[in-house]
């Protein structure tokens, strides 16, 4: 059976701090793919934050 293009496929999303490397390294080996990059999204400490977006089909 053919997929409607129209339905959106589905998939698991993650927001990680973008300095967190060890997680940015277990999120890939399960298979996320990196898909964006939010700059300077918040404040901790005193210090702005990215945040890394990625993303895992689940199709």
């Not at 293009?5 to 993650?14: I, Q």
């Not at 080996?29 to 945040?51: P, W």
């Amino acid at each position: 059976m053919a997929r409607n293009p129209r339905v959106p496929r589905p998939l698991g999303a993650e927001v990680i701090e973008a300095g967190n490397a060890p997680s940015i390294r277990l999120h890939e080996r399960f298979g996320f793919h990196h898909v964006g990059t939010v700059r300077e999204a918040g404040i901790k400490f005193g210090r702005r934050l990215d945040l890394t977006i990625m993303r895992l089909s689940l199709t």
